[in-house]
């Protein structure tokens, strides 16, 4: 089973929450938390984020795609989002970030995620997948060991993000901790999944999938950054099109893990928005922006179920 480049960024997903399981498995720590990002629209020449909204004559929904990993002091918090945040009851992301979620994961990839005893994940490979996957443990400075314990899917979530945090990249930045920060007032959270259930998308691959998974995360480390710098850079000009091409680079290599890593979970999704849209108030949704671009996208989904979604910004 080959892995597209796309399979990456909707990885992304489990990445912010994974950090800080792989910061004990590597002995690394995450960033310090930086300054709020929110600044005026006029001092940024981009065109924001896209922001989107369904209402009818007693609820409000936001829509807002987000980057769980940015680059320290990336701009854009405009007034659009600023308004739509403030305005909203309800802060609602795919999992809901606790003080406590850092201790959860760790418990949960010990539970799901370790090898039988006297087991290596470099057991599983052969010498050429082992000297592709020693090699880039090496340039990132780790340990060849440091995952050796652990199922394929680990090291291969561990390496999409890595090179990004040794480039800038920092889970400290990406959008949901900033509106975590921005958000200083009281105001209901929900969540549309678990921590649980988004590593299981991974832990349930068969095992030979998780090995090529790994392994190409390995040969992509120093494709990544590139990679991720062009889907920020469509992100923050709002580009929903071109994102969503950048995204599907590669997709028909592996149609399955797109379907289990995006498609599915959209449908799911637009489901619990037909439902919230029965209770009235006003709900910020703030997901991983590639759900909200292309086919099969959130709102596409929903449209299908008769709602008309506005483009805020």
């Known amino acids: 089973m080959t892995f597209p480049k796309s399979s990456f960024a909707s990885a992304a997903t489990g990445l912010l929450l994974l950090a800080s399981s792989a910061a004990c498995a590597q002995t690394q720590s995450l960033p310090s938390p930086v300054a709020s990002t929110r600044v005026p629209a006029s001092d940024v020449e981009m065109g924001g984020p896209a922001l989107w909204k369904l209402a009818d004559e007693d609820t409000t929904i936001y829509l807002f795609g987000t980057v769980h990993v940015l680059p320290k002091d990336q701009p854009w918090f405009t007034p659009a989002i600023d308004t739509a945040l403030d305005s909203s009851d309800e802060l609602v992301t795919e999992v809901l970030m606790t003080p406590e979620i850092g201790a959860k994961t760790q418990a949960i990839v010990m539970q799901k995620g370790m090898l039988p005893e006297g087991s290596s994940v470099r057991d599983l490979m052969n010498e050429q997948q082992k ?9 990132l400075g780790l340990p060849v060991a440091a995952f050796d314990r652990f199922e394929p899917w680990f090291g291969a979530l561990n390496l999409s993000i890595l090179p990004l ?14 509106l975590e920060k921005e958000t200083d007032r009281e105001i209901k959270r929900a969540a549309l999944e678990t921590i649980e259930f988004q590593l299981s ?3 349930e691959l068969p095992q030979q999938a998780q090995v090529d998974y790994l392994v190409q995360a390995a040969e992509m480390i120093d494709e990544l950054k590139p990679y991720i710098d062009r889907m920020v850079a469509e992100w923050i000009e709002g580009n929903a099109d071109a994102l969503a091409e950048i995204m599907n680079e590669g997709v028909a290599e592996n149609p399955v893990l797109m379907e289990r890593l995006m498609h599915e979970r959209n449908a799911n999704w637009a489901v ?3 439902d919230r849209m029965d209770e009235p108030g006003t709900v910020f949704i703030a997901v991983g922006a590639g759900h909200l671009a292309g086919q099969k996208s959130v709102q596409e989904l929903l449209t299908e ?5 506005t483009r805020v910004q």
């Open 305 to 309: 179920r008769g709602f008309t979604i």
């Open 165 to 178: 945090m040794k480039e800038g990249y920092s889970p400290e930045d990406g959008v949901e901790k900033v």
């Open 201 to 203: 998308i991974f832990d």
């Open 131 to 139: 000297a592709t996957y020693e090699t880039a443990m090496t340039r």
């Open 272 to 274: 619990w928005i037909d």
